[in-house]
């Protein structure tokens, strides 16, 4: 598709990703069932808070680990895509409000500064 991704998400059913991206932000602010097969490897990666997001879309079936997870979640999309978006909307906020919703580029970059330097100091 040449179509930008808030297009192409009119158009689906459902959105299947393999990692927490900026286009997990995208197909969730556009209302598309949407969750994430992932590796234990990135969720290690994550911050303390970034945990405890990962955490509550795991236990919500957003983010799944392995197959069988996987399978139950997708079925759910499938067979009753409201209830599974009434069941993932908490830790969907949690996600947006914590990591997707837009700062200035003051903010952002203060932020970054700060976690640069917490991650600096916790190699020395």
């Known amino acids: 598709y040449n179509d930008p991704p808030?297009?192409?998400?009119?158009?689906?059913?459902?959105?299947?990703?393999?990692?927490?991206?900026?286009?997990?932000?995208?197909?969730?602010?556009?209302?598309?069932?949407?969750?994430?097969?992932?590796?234990?490897s990135e969720y290690e990666l994550a911050s303390p808070n970034g945990k405890v997001v990962n955490n509550n879309l795991t236990?919500?079936?957003?983010?799944?680990?392995?197959?069988?997870?996987?399978?139950?979640?997708?079925?759910?999309?499938?067979?009753?895509?409201?209830?599974?978006?009434?069941?993932?909307q908490l830790s969907i906020k949690k996600y947006i409000d914590d990591y997707a919703y837009p700062v200035s580029k003051k903010e952002w970059h203060n932020n970054f500064n700060h976690h640069m330097k917490i991650k600096l100091n916790n190699q020395m």
């Not at 983010?63 to 895509?81: E, G, V």
Request: charged fraction near 25%; hydrophobic fraction near 35%; glycine fraction near 4%.
């Open 59 to 88: 236990e919500n079936g957003v983010q799944c680990y392995n197959k069988d997870d996987a399978i139950n979640s997708f079925k759910l999309i499938i067979k009753d895509p409201e209830n599974y978006k009434r069941k993932s």
């Open 6 to 40: 808030h297009k192409i998400f009119n158009k689906v059913n459902a959105v299947l990703w393999d990692s927490i991206s900026t286009g997990f932000a995208e197909s969730i602010n556009a209302g598309v069932p949407t969750m994430v097969f992932n590796s234990k």
